[in-house]
């Protein structure tokens, strides 16, 4: 038995330090002693204020509030000062509804297209999704309103979510899927950091020591609190030891008891405890000095109109142009246009379940269409349905789109994914577009060739079928709650599209990294793609996909010239010129990648290692600077359980998509020393590949025979020599294991 102090940290006792450690109810934490209570929600694209009943699906009504684009659009921005804007907005928007911490963002990455909430994440790659959470977490933070980074981690599938484990090596998981929570963590100090349902590796996130305490808080400096994604703990007292603060929601004292108890029986320690409330109680504090007069106040009709704005400019930016053969667009005003699609009268702008957020407002994209070309210019057709119909319902419905299409001057389709075909909750089993709606646009496009699709989904949809349909494709994933004014803007060049895919479209779902292994079973998933997630993939295995990762067309052109790299401590400086050698203004993504032709570790052909954006005028150039900082060039060394920079000669490539790389130069950077102690196990080949032990070796043991030996056996005698363990050089008879042994104590002496 333990007997702990009467008092702790801010003078409680340990019954109410381990109060503080759970919540209230479903939303707020415990007022204890002097250590008040908080409010937390959930966003991340809006504030979800529930003010009657309470959940975490999404279920119950919640206060009016901006739904900004979720991640899956506002990742096709590429543009961190705009994300870092909608986080500020959200954070006024927070404080006005009386939230302290705002459950966001959602930093996971997309490992696979079918995940169910691959809508909340950003993207395929951990450098995008980094950048643009760090600044989402910024503009959230400045507001006086906490970020909750999450899901905390390799939290990548729904399928089974509260049980299954994610199997993932070392260096996969710290390149892949923690990397992007690394630099939120170190650059954007987020107030708190949320741990997923699942296991990694057969441990719970929220009891997981390594995770939470070894590699959050110890590598990467959090000083912050740890919550539990909701209802993701099952055992408190493992939960505490290993590092998490706040379990939500509360369990009516259940779990108090249990960590009591556990303090009293010595298997969780006191100092865990008392370590967590004091994070505890030092959030509340921040929170409650960030409070200000409007705190709780409600969201004004001026500031939501300005939102709503900010939400339009927003959605805009995030539109990509997939493709637009014979300049289709953008659209000229006089013509007639055939609008067609369920989506365009009911728009599809979020996701389901514990992010839907109640909008302040919703622009309708058949509106806004008629408002820029007149609403004596446009038709409707509703063309196809996402309910239940029958098959002479079906042709009906086709049947009066064609016709309205082949009277007009244009034709823009809508098609996507309906709300009950992707959600929290479940993964998709597919990747295709509904059968109805190809076969609709099949039906548009025979009797008008001037076809645009608009697309409304939240995970990846194959592309192929339609792209060989539709002169013109528009990407819009999900925009929020003024996405159909967005549409308007770019399908009419009042905006000229700049947006970027955040992840790669495959021709089929068979060509997709995970597609064996997802989304697992019995309760565990292997990661057995590795670092190959993603346009690391199809870059790998040179396989044709629909649309690269970065991929994004404009109104008008860019030329690329002049690039010049600069090696200096940071890293990789690139200067490029870049110039629009178009007839309109646009905004072009220019985006760096990174070879390392030879690496002596497996690595992918390239990666993004950096990116930034212009804005230009028709024939202005502008040279452009970004740094390739040298830690994002590094590999997790799984023998050294380090980051190394390997040296040598590396390839910088600057272009508007991963496979549309403009001008590339080469670079000679400096390595990071890595010298791992000798074994008998080493073989000769890791003994020769450093100079030093080489030398040595040299000296002791008798030189391998020539090449005419070799020649004579039919072998290349020197590669098969290196993966010889010195070990076994005894066993061959040519040195006894005390001498080779003593050889390596002196090889590694002199280190």
Not at 255 to 280: E, K, M, Y
């Amino acid at each position: 038995m333990t007997t702990p102090p009467e008092t702790g940290p801010h003078g409680l006792t340990l019954e109410q330090q381990a109060a503080l450690g759970s919540g209230a109810d479903f939303w707020t934490t415990e007022r204890v002693g002097g250590v008040p209570s908080i409010v937390l929600t959930d966003g991340p694209h809006g504030v979800r204020r529930q003010a009657g009943a309470t959940d975490h699906l999404g279920l119950s009504a919640s206060l009016p509030a901006t739904c900004f684009p979720p991640a899956v659009g506002l990742a096709q921005s590429w543009d961190p000062e705009l994300v870092g804007r909608v986080g500020s907005a959200l954070g006024a928007e927070a404080r006005a509804l009386g939230v302290d911490v705002l459950l966001g963002p959602g930093i996971n990455i997309k490992r696979d297209p079918r995940g169910g909430r691959n809508f909340e994440y950003f993207s395929e790659d951990p450098l995008l999704t980094g950048t643009l959470g760090a600044a989402w977490v910024r503009g959230l933070q400045d507001n006086g309103v906490g970020a909750s980074l999450k899901h905390f981690a390799a939290n990548n599938a729904e399928h089974d979510r509260m049980r299954s484990s994610s199997d993932v090596d070392p260096r996969t998981l710290r390149e892949i899927y923690l990397r992007a929570f690394q630099r939120v963590v170190r650059t954007s100090r987020p107030w708190t950091v949320m741990c997923s349902y699942n296991r990694i590796n057969g441990v719970y996130a929220s009891e997981n020591h390594w995770l939470l305490t070894t590699v959050l808080r110890h590598e990467w400096g959090f000083e912050g609190v740890v919550v539990s994604d909701w209802g993701a703990v099952a055992d408190r007292p493992a939960a505490v030891a290993a590092g998490l603060d706040l379990q939500m929601p509360g369990d009516g004292g259940a779990s108090d008891a249990a960590l009591v108890a556990a303090v009293r029986d010595g298997s969780c320690p006191v100092g865990a405890v008392a370590a967590s409330a004091s994070r505890v109680a030092d959030l509340a504090a921040r929170a409650e000095r960030s409070r200000t007069r409007a705190h709780g106040a409600g969201l004004e009709e001026s500031r939501a109109q300005e939102h709503h704005a900010l939400a339009r400019e927003v959605a805009a930016r995030c539109v990509v142009l997939l493709k637009n053969d014979g300049d289709l667009l953008p659209l000229a005003p006089g013509g007639s246009v055939a609008v067609i699609g369920e989506f365009a009268a009911e728009p599809r702008y979020q996701g389901g379940g514990s992010s839907h957020v109640n909008p302040t407002r919703l622009d309708v994209p058949l509106d806004e269409i008629r408002a820029l070309a007149g609403a004596d210019a446009v038709t409707f057709s509703q063309g196809h349905t996402t309910a239940a119909a029958t098959e002479e319902e079906v042709r009906e419905l086709r049947g009066e789109a064609v016709r309205a299409a082949g009277a007009a001057d244009t034709a823009v389709v809508f098609l996507g994914l309906a709300a009950h075909q992707e959600s929290e909750g479940f993964d998709r089993d597919h990747i295709d577009l509904p059968a109805e709606q190809l076969a609709l646009l099949a039906a548009v496009t025979g009797a008008q060739p001037r076809t645009v699709v608009v697309l409304s989904h939240g995970g990846v949809v194959a592309l192929a079928p339609v792209a060989d349909l539709a002169p013109a494709l528009l990407d819009g994933a999900l925009l929020g709650q003024a996405g159909g004014g967005a549409i308007a803007d770019v399908l009419f060049g009042r905006v000229n599209p700049s947006g970027r895919l955040g992840e790669t479209v495959p021709l089929r779902l068979q060509d997709t990294p995970a597609y064996l292994n997802f989304p697992g079973e019995n309760s565990a998933v292997l990661y057995g793609e590795g670092l190959y997630v993603g346009y690391r993939w199809y870059d790998a295995r040179e396989t044709e996909v629909a649309f690269p990762f970065g991929h994004g067309l404009s109104y008008t052109e860019f030329a690329y010239s002049d690039l010049r790299l600069e090696q200096g401590a940071d890293g990789i400086t690139a200067h490029l010129t870049v110039t629009n050698t178009g007839g309109r203004a646009g905004r072009e993504v220019v985006q760096f990648y990174v070879s390392k032709p030879g690496s002596r570790v497996s690595r992918a052909p390239r990666e993004l290692k950096g990116f930034t954006s212009v804005a230009l005028e028709p024939g202005q150039g502008e040279r452009v600077s970004v740094l390739l900082a040298r830690e994002d060039l590094a590999y997790w060394e799984v023998r050294a359980d380090r980051w190394i920079v390997e040296g040598g000669e590396y390839t910088v490539s600057a272009g508007a998509s991963s496979r549309d790389l403009r001008v590339s130069a080469p670079v000679e950077v400096e390595g990071d020393e890595l010298r791992l102690p000798l074994t008998l196990d080493s073989t000769l080949g890791e003994v020769m590949a450093d100079p030093r032990a080489a030398a040595i070796l040299a000296e002791h043991l008798p030189a391998p025979q020539g090449d005419d030996a070799g020649q004579a056996m039919g072998v290349d005698m020197a590669r098969m020599m290196e993966s010889i363990p010195l070990g076994r050089i005894a066993a061959l008879g040519q040195a006894d294991l005390a001498s080779l042994q003593a050889l390596v104590d002196g090889i590694n002496g002199e280190g």
